[in-house]
């Protein structure tokens, strides 16, 4: 599952172009992560420029671990 | 609702636009122009700001836009200067000039342009989906002033959302920009340091900026943009954010920082279909950036552009099957030579940074006059004759 971590965001949308599943909502000063669709992929992750997101070691969605 | 526009239940435009940059914007004044009537939509408090970008242009793109104004122009550029990572200085001969902008006016002044030719502009206006009617795109949702859910149908709605752009994906064109293509990118504004004025510096190398550059674009007598992008799979390892700071302390010690943004370029291909029922894609939305500089005000412009007339022309015709033309034309303007860019920087970024420097040495060597960009280009390629084989292929 990726988290926000911290506030550091600049919302500049870098995480959403990359992201296979479209899951990600970026609003004028806030973003959310819709955790059903995420598959873990951590493209959003490496794309960051701020080091905002990370991704937390858990069961993915196929049941193995991430 | 206290201030702001107010839509009636069952309000309808020919033409909605979502996003209010450049593109967004040009796109608009160009079909207001042709007598539609057009709405944008722009999520933001402001159209203009937050700036997320170096902000240069060259003077031959931009005059085809709006005539330059001392008003949003901080610097006018004659020089490039491209550093090696052994610190070999390049000037090639850039047989013209260019600007750097202030997009928070130029945005603005763009947006005043379309609402001239008629065109409506709505502020904290976040579409968040699109009317679908069997494939078929016939407005869009939008959440106004974060709190009233509307819809407002269109006939044609053309995306210019950004790098961050869902319009396309939510009608079911596929445009995620590969990881590899994203530049993920981080940029100071910095005052009190010494700079040239009229100079554009650009550095290359694994350590300043992996599959990518870094660059100092003056604004004025001691400020400039100072930022960088990395390809998105360097990430992996490091932040982009993390090699600015790096380098600004080691060459900038003393400089105030003014702001830190953070951004997206995406240098890729424009997106394979950009086009649908109802549904057009403009600049960042539509990957229409030049893949090996990484910008996108005047390729975006341009596509704006295209994309207004054919959607305004459509709407006057009363034939919306025409807005399908506009990928040809795009194709024909600009697509196609971003296609063959776009195979240059592939392999321009894979070259290490012994290479670089051998490239740096030779170029060097020749005068300044005789080093065009074109010419610095096919030296660049005869240092690697492995290379050239694969250029020919480019051209052919």
Redesign the interface.
């Known amino acids: 599952m990726v988290i926000i971590k911290d506030n550091k965001c600049d919302f500049c949308g870098c995480c959403v172009g990359v992201c296979p599943e479209n899951c990600i909502e970026l609003y004028e000063a806030k973003i959310e992560i819709i955790d059903e669709i995420c598959t873990d992929c951590g493209k959003c992750v490496w794309a960051c420029p701020f080091d905002v997101l990370e991704l937390r070691v858990t069961k993915s969605k196929k049941g193995e671990i991430a | 609702m206290g201030f702001g526009k107010s839509f009636p239940e069952f309000d309808y435009y020919d033409i909605v636009v979502v996003g209010a940059g450049p593109s967004g914007t040009t796109a608009a004044r160009f079909a207001a122009l042709s007598g539609a009537k057009v709405l944008v939509l722009e999520?933001?408090?402001d159209v203009g700001y937050?700036v997320?970008c170096g902000e240069a242009v060259s003077h031959e793109g931009l005059v085809q836009f709006i005539e330059p104004n001392p008003k949003w122009i901080a610097s006018t550029v004659k020089y490039f200067k491209l550093v090696a990572p052994d610190g070999t200085v390049i000037k090639p001969n850039l047989n013209g000039f260019g600007y750097i902008l202030e997009r928070r006016i130029f945005d603005y002044e763009l947006a005043k342009l379309a609402a001239n030719c008629g065109a409506e502009i709505v502020t904290?206006a976040?579409v968040?989906g699109l009317i679908l009617n069997d494939g078929k795109v016939e407005g869009v949702k939008v959440l106004l002033n974060n709190s009233e859910q509307i819809e407002i149908r269109a006939k044609i709605v053309i995306g210019a959302d950004?790098?961050?752009?869902?319009v396309g994906?939510?009608a079911g064109l596929n445009t995620?920009?590969?990881?590899q293509d994203?530049e993920?990118?981080?940029q100071m504004t910095l005052t009190n340091i010494d700079i040239e004025p009229d100079t554009c510096y650009f550095y290359f190398g694994e350590k300043v900026a992996p599959g990518g550059y870094l660059w100092i674009f003056p604004k004025g007598e001691n400020t400039a943009n100072v930022g960088l992008g990395i390809a998105?799979?360097?990430?992996?390892q490091r932040?982009?954010?993390?090699y600015l700071e790096e380098f600004v302390e080691k060459r900038f010690p003393s400089a105030s920082i003014l702001t830190?943004?953070?951004?997206?370029v995406?240098c890729a291909k424009t997106a394979d279909k950009i086009v649908t029922y109802g549904l057009m894609l403009v600049g960042d939305a539509a990957r229409q950036v030049n893949p090996v500089s990484g910008g996108g005000i005047i390729s975006g412009m341009i596509g704006g552009k295209i994309a207004g007339q054919i959607a305004g022309e459509a709407i006057k015709k009363n034939d919306l099957n025409l807005i399908f033309d506009y990928e040809n034309e795009w194709r024909k303007t600009l697509g196609q030579r971003h296609e063959r860019y776009y195979k240059i920087k592939q392999f321009i970024y894979k070259f290490s940074d012994e290479k670089l420097n051998e490239i740096a040495r030779e170029l060097s060597k020749i005068p300044y006059e005789n080093l065009t960009l074109k010419n610095l280009f096919f030296t660049a390629v005869k240092t690697q004759p492995s290379l050239i084989i694969e250029v020919m292929k480019l051209f052919i």
């Open positions: 999520k933001d408090r937050p997320r904290k976040y968040n950004g790098v961050e752009s869902r994906r939510w995620t920009c590969k990881l994203m993920s990118a981080a998105g799979i360097y990430g992996r932040h982009a954010l993390s830190v943004i953070a951004g997206g995406p």
